[in-house]
């Protein structure tokens, strides 16, 4: 099941997505330290959760979806914030199909980022805050 964040904010999508995500991303990107995960690999269970764990480039990965998902929820109205964060528990949902998959952890990271980006950008081009 393919999840799109776009539908559970009542926005458009323009056509040119402002820069200030992937800018605010880099920053918090940069301050996180190299290689760990969004959550503490130490009580790791599941196969998708030790995979993250055991890739560098899935805990970059995941570090940037929670950071990207940390700043949109802060930005938004709470009704809002709860449609995301029921996205959000369907695609750790879904995520955890992939097992110990990298390459389709990597995709459904990607596939994650892609969309909460999307939704920043559109918050960020009705701005200035």
């Known amino acids: 099941m393919s999840l799109s964040l776009m539908s559970l904010l009542p926005v458009r999508l ?3 997505l402002a820069v200030a995500p992937a800018v605010l991303a880099a920053t918090f990107l940069a ?3 190299a290689g760990a995960a ?25 570090v940037k979806m929670s950071t990207l998902y ?13 449609m995301i964060q029921d996205a959000q528990r369907a ?11 990298t390459s389709c952890l990597s995709g459904a990271y990607k596939s994650r980022i892609a969309q909460l980006e999307a939704a920043l950008g559109e918050i960020y081009s009705r701005g200035p805050f």
Do not use: H, I, N, Y
Request: hydrophobic share 40%; aromatic share 4%; net charge negative.
């Open 91 to 101: 695609w750790l949902a879904q995520r955890s199909t992939c097992g110990g998959d």
């Open 14 to 16: 323009s056509s040119t």
């Open 31 to 33: 301050l996180a330290p």
């Open 70 to 82: 940390g700043v949109l929820t802060k930005l938004v109205a709470m009704g809002q914030r709860g």
């Open 38 to 62: 969004s959550f503490d690999c130490a009580t790791a269970r599941a196969a998708d959760e030790k995979a993250v764990c055991d890739s560098c480039d899935l805990a970059q990965l995941d």
